[in-house]
């Protein structure tokens, strides 16, 4: 199984940005549907944004489109989630997630991911 370690997470005040970074081991990273995903206190994980294994599709949440942007680099085997205007509702713990199995499809639904990092918190401050 791949693994996944997020970095890049920290305190920004609204308006602010941030880089959040994914790197995954193995071999084969440039076959995986890659994904962001965010869980803030009491609340349940939820979607972010989604790209296909060659970089060229992109799928993203309503509540982030258009000031944030998921990119890879499979020479690196690394993914990006480019953050810009968060705001205090974005504070979550985000977390990167990989579908490496034979069938992908590039959305938001989680149980079609199979492997997880261990987050990256994220904190906006108003």
């Known amino acids: 199984q791949v693994q996944l370690v997020e970095s890049g997470g920290g305190l920004v005040q609204a308006g602010g940005s941030l880089r959040l970074s994914c790197a995954a081991s193995?071999?084969?990273?440039?076959?995986?549907?890659m994904g962001w995903f965010r869980q803030a206190p009491g609340k349940e994980r939820e979607f972010v944004a989604a790209?296909?294994?060659?970089?060229?599709?992109?799928y993203y949440a309503d509540s982030v489109k258009g000031r944030f942007s998921i990119s890879r680099d499979n020479a690196k085997n690394t993914m990006y989630l480019q953050m810009n205007s968060l705001q205090p509702e974005d504070t979550a713990v985000y977390y990167c997630?990989?579908?490496?199995?034979?069938?992908?499809?590039?959305?938001?639904?989680?149980?079609?991911?199979?492997?997880w990092g261990q987050g990256t918190q994220v904190t906006v401050s108003s």
């Open positions: 997630a990989a579908q490496t199995g034979p069938l992908k499809t590039i959305g938001g639904l989680r149980r079609s991911y199979d492997s």
């Open positions: 193995g071999r084969t990273f440039s076959s995986y549907v």
């Open positions: 790209i296909s294994s060659n970089g060229l599709s992109t």
